[in-house]
């Protein structure tokens, strides 16, 4: 099992930023990817970012690509998700997810490839 922890939601104005953290713990010795998705009021669950165990590799949502970049923390067991250029429409339920590599790779963008999840963090733009 994999447990993670996101921290660092929050209120930002239209054009700012924020950066949110996941720290992983548990069964974290095999090769998974770690990302984030996102949930607004009413709205699917929407993928945003993953990155691959080692870090050099990493995928974006259509909607995020040029204002958002993630990156991670193999020593430290966490991934963080720097998010510029906020639009209000960023505002949603942030959540981190974590997947096994044989599973997530073929569809990084897909959730139910992944398959711990911490609880999220809302972050919510302003206008």
């Known amino acids: 099992q994999v447990q993670l922890v996101e921290s660092g939601g929050g209120l930002a104005q239209d054009g700012g930023s924020l950066r949110l953290t996941c720290a992983a713990s548990g069964r974290t010795v095999s090769p998974y990817y770690i990302g984030w998705f996102r949930q607004a009021p009413g709205k699917d669950r929407e993928f945003v970012a993953t990155s691959t165990w080692s870090g050099d590799g990493s995928f974006y949502g259509d909607s995020v690509k040029g204002r958002f970049a993630i990156s991670r923390d193999k020593d430290k067991n966490t991934v963080a998700l720097q998010m510029d250029r906020l639009k209000p429409e960023d505002s949603a339920v942030y959540y981190c997810?974590?997947?096994?590599?044989?599973?997530?790779?073929?569809?990084?963008?897909?959730?139910?490839?992944?398959?711990?999840w911490g609880r999220g963090t809302q972050v919510s733009v302003s206008s």
């Open positions: 997810a974590a997947g096994w590599t044989y599973k997530v790779q073929p569809t990084p963008e897909r959730q139910d490839v992944y398959n711990f």
